[in-house]
């Protein structure tokens, strides 16, 4: 036998039930534990819709009347009787529990546009990086400088060229192996 919207349903008092569908409480107060919806630990309080004839019931704005598909009751009270009354309002895919598993089985789908954006920068700095890398290229087959080791030329403002080796005699320091460490102590600190 299925639910369908619109069925009275009895809740025991005693607890223990696993509710099926979202259902309004008509008659009595519930105790609920909503920890696999919400993921809250403490359980809590159903409470019955107002007896007023002229008042339309709102789903998303009165959910303290509401009993979730997949909560447990943990125990009611009612003030005559041993069951508590509720009205179906939901069943399967469109209850609470069932827009939550059907957003995880079809997730809607994902906006694109940062990612797009995303690649139109990376397009852009790499077509960038390829004319300044062709420039280069250029410019070093047209300045004609040797890749062999130790032979790298450098243009100095007088306009002359002089290899690394001649660039440090020039500078005074001598090869790089014999540039001395800076002393990185404090003067007030000596070594033994």
Request: with cysteine; hydrophobic share 40%; glycine share 8%.
């Amino acid at each position: 036998m299925e639910l369908v919207a619109g069925d009275v349903v009895l809740i025991p008092t005693t607890g223990g039930v696993m509710m099926e569908c979202d259902a309004v409480l008509v008659e009595g107060t519930a105790v609920v534990n909503e920890s696999m919806l919400t993921g809250e630990s403490v359980p809590v309080t159903k409470i019955p819709v107002p007896d007023e004839a002229d008042s339309k019931f709102v789903y998303d704005l009165q959910r303290q009347h509401v009993v979730f598909c997949g909560t447990e009751v943990m125990q009611g009270k009612v003030q005559d009787g041993t069951h508590c009354r509720a009205v179906v309002i939901r069943t399967g895919f469109m209850t609470t529990k069932g827009e939550l598993v059907r957003s995880i089985l079809f997730p809607p789908p994902l906006d694109f546009k940062f990612h797009s954006d995303f690649l139109k920068s990376i397009y852009v700095f790499l077509s960038l990086g390829l004319v300044g890398m062709a420039y280069s290229l250029y410019q070093w087959i047209r300045l004609g400088v040797s890749t062999k080791k130790n032979h790298f030329k450098i243009f100095l403002p007088k306009g002359e060229i002089l290899c690394m080796e001649k660039l440090y005699r020039h500078i005074g320091v001598g090869k790089p192996e014999s540039v001395p460490a800076p002393n990185i102590l404090p003067p007030t600190i000596s070594l033994p």
